[in-house]
């Protein structure tokens, strides 16, 4: 079959490859339709990801066909159209008990890596680095998927792969990233970063109803979309630091955002508000994020600040004082995708909820090199959808 | 718990993290007397040095000195704080590993019921049989792969929420260890605290094997804990063995094929889009 296959830096090839196999009872195999490129696939791509091995196949947002199961796999079928939850869950252990899908114990078979990198190892997740499991990702034409049916959602209606794709990464960590927020009706709403997440991070939190919704990004197509799709208010982050802080003070009736989501990966341009995120040789990220920094100046006294944007390393400089002397609280997380999966799709159903526009670009899966690089360096390429 | 656990395997007692206080004893002697000689060699040197006139008797004098303030002010070892000492002079190896489980102690001590089902159970075990009278032989894979056998003795409380194992006398090397189950906080399940203890006999050259391997043992009982906990509370022990990957040596198509989009790219680029 052919697969996106990492090699290094800034080199992903499409390789023929073997098919995936049932390894374990809980096993299936899905053929898959759409698989997304997300802005931590971009980190990968860029070498910021540790414990990446040459020739790992990426991709971890990704639907299709269930054509092959394990003996203990019941309640998904050959034929079943399926959309798969990023994180890989065993549904078993407390974490899984209590719907913290991303923090389960059981999943990685390289635990012992992440216990020395983060302490505890979370749930694996496919196509992405050892550290976080090692498995098989889903740039490819058929993927292995363990614990099938705690992982699988089924797609029962007439839906398009873009309408229901981001139900497996992009969509859940938006909605994730606003509801821990918990968003009031007098709060004003920030996004920092109008990327994919950013964008529905956006509808989602129209859908909590607060009283200012504002969106920052650098891109005008973005902007607009945020403006268009999801009735913000927006700030072009290009007009400099000292305008950006003016309108967000306008908008906030000089107290600040009480809620701010910092929707933008290590890879964000962060077009020069904050102190610049700077490489290190072996790939780590050092110095600060850009938007993490401008989040935690921009909220309010005693605001939130939720963060769906994604780290995989160390990052330097958190301007601590600035968050304690405001009394500043912190949600993040890799999203528990399996617990939002079913209602963002009945949402989606009743079309209260709309992702697709995010999706700017479809290719083919061995356009897939191409679509990295357009991705990094387009600013009108918001969402790549890749098709087998 | 540690010494009712000896006493059921009936072994003499002995301290598990300091290491044998008769062979420590000995070498904390040892050390003092090496002080004292500083201190009285350094007094001869100093007053002959101080009976001699000129700089080379200052020089002995300077000299007698230097070695009597080291005699006066060099720490005991003990002193040192216990890690160096264990580290130095430890006779017995020990590692604590738990893990939290979700099922109950019932669920778990029906499991380990049957020593036999340490080979499913954890991947380290390599076979176990059941010799009678509590007696089993055992084989093990130890660090660097090592096969480790022996014959123990195991004892189970009535509950089952406690099993020890012990060599028998007249093995090689002492070996012994247990599994307690303890009710862990709230809904969470069970602790599993394992401890596994190596003793040094006389002559043994085992222990300075596995004395540089405990880390090593460490990982590998901590692997065996997490592959029990998946397949009790997931039924499997998830895997990649096998898994489809790319083949093609780094570097094959030179170091990295990044670089800026060309105009043909662009046009694909759009052409792709177009599929929408």
């Not at chain 2, 301290?15 to 003092?32: N, P, T």
Request: proline letters at 5%; hydrophobic letters at 35%.
């Amino acid at each position: 079959m052919k697969a996106l296959c990492w090699y290094g830096k800034r080199d992903v090839r499409i390789e023929e490859v073997a098919e995936p196999t049932i390894i374990n009872p809980r096993d299936a195999i899905v053929a898959v339709s759409s698989a997304g490129i997300c802005g931590s696939d971009l980190q990968i791509w860029n070498g910021r990801t540790p414990s990446m091995r040459a020739g790992d196949i990426l991709g971890h947002e990704f639907m299709g066909e269930v054509v092959e199961i394990g003996p203990e796999v019941h309640k998904v079928q050959r034929g079943d159209r399926v959309v798969v939850p990023y994180p890989i869950s065993c549904g078993g252990c407390w974490h899984c008990k209590r719907e913290e899908w991303s923090l389960c114990d059981n999943t990685n078979p390289n635990a012992w890596m992440a216990e020395k990198l983060f302490g505890y190892s979370p749930a694996a997740i496919y196509g992405s680095s050892h550290v976080l499991g090692g498995y098989a990702g889903g740039q490819a034409q058929y993927v292995r998927v363990p614990f099938a049916d705690v992982g699988c959602l089924k797609i029962e209606r007439d839906l398009d792969d873009e309408q229901v794709l981001l139900l497996a990464d992009t969509l859940p960590t938006a909605y994730m990233a606003v509801e821990q927020a918990g968003i009031q009706p007098d709060d004003s709403v920030l996004v920092w970063g109008a990327g994919p997440i950013g964008q529905l991070a956006v509808s989602c939190a129209r859908l909590f109803e607060p009283r200012v919704l504002i969106a920052i990004d650098t891109v005008p197509l973005r902007l607009q979309m945020a403006r268009d799709y999801g009735g913000a208010q927006v700030i072009d982050e290009s007009l400099g630091r000292k305008a950006v802080r003016e309108v967000i003070e306008e908008l906030t009736g000089g107290r600040g955002p009480s809620v701010v989501i910092a929707a933008a990966s290590i890879e964000s341009n962060g077009h020069g508000v904050g102190p610049r995120l700077e490489e290190h040789e072996n790939g780590f990220e050092t110095g600060l994020p850009s938007t993490l920094w401008d989040a935690i100046r921009a909220c309010q006294k005693g605001g939130r600040v939720s963060i769906p944007g994604s780290y995989v390393s160390s990052v330097e400089k958190i301007p601590l004082g600035a968050a304690a002397s405001k009394s500043l609280s912190f949600k993040m997380g890799h999203a528990h995708v399996h617990r939002y999966m079913r209602p963002l799709l009945e949402r989606i159903e009743k079309g209260e909820l709309d992702s697709s526009f995010v999706v700017t670009h479809k290719m083919v899966l061995s356009d897939a090199p191409v679509a990295y690089e357009l991705f990094r360096q387009v600013d009108g390429c918001v969402k790549v959808l890749l098709e087998p | 718990m540690l010494e009712e656990t000896m006493a059921i395997t009936g072994s003499k007692h002995f301290d598990a993290r300091l290491g044998s206080s008769r062979e420590s004893a000995g070498s904390l002697r040892s050390m003092r007397g090496g002080r004292y000689l500083y201190a009285l060699g350094g007094g001869l040197l100093t007053a002959f040095g101080l009976k001699r006139s000129g700089f080379g008797g200052a020089v002995i004098a300077g000299t007698g000195m230097f070695l009597v303030a080291r005699g006066l002010l060099t720490k005991d070892s003990k002193r040192r704080g216990k890690g160096g000492l264990a580290r130095q002079h430890s006779d017995h190896l020990r590692i604590d590993r738990s893990i939290t489980i979700l099922k109950s102690k019932e669920e778990l001590a029906n499991q380990l019921s049957r020593p036999q089902s340490f080979v499913s159970l954890f991947s380290h075990v390599r076979a176990i049989w059941d010799l009678g009278d509590g007696q089993f032989h055992c084989e093990v894979v130890g660090p660097g792969g090592a096969i480790i056998e022996r014959d123990i003795t195991v004892g189970i409380d009535d509950q089952g929420h406690r099993i020890s194992w012990r060599t028998q006398e007249g093995e090689p090397a002492c070996y012994s260890g247990q599994i307690v189950l303890i009710d862990a906080p709230g809904d969470r399940g069970v602790e599993v605290h394992v401890t596994v203890r190596y003793e040094v006999m006389p002559g043994d050259a085992e222990p300075r094997f596995l004395g540089g391997k405990a880390r090593d043992l460490g990982e590998l009982l901590a692997d065996d804990l997490r592959r029990f906990k998946q397949l009790e509370e997931c039924g499997e022990t998830p895997s990649t063995s096998g898994q489809p990957r790319g083949r093609r040596r780094v570097g094959w198509l030179g170091e990295t094929s990044f670089r800026q989009l060309s105009t043909e790219e662009l046009v694909l680029s759009s052409r792709s889009e177009a599929m929408r």
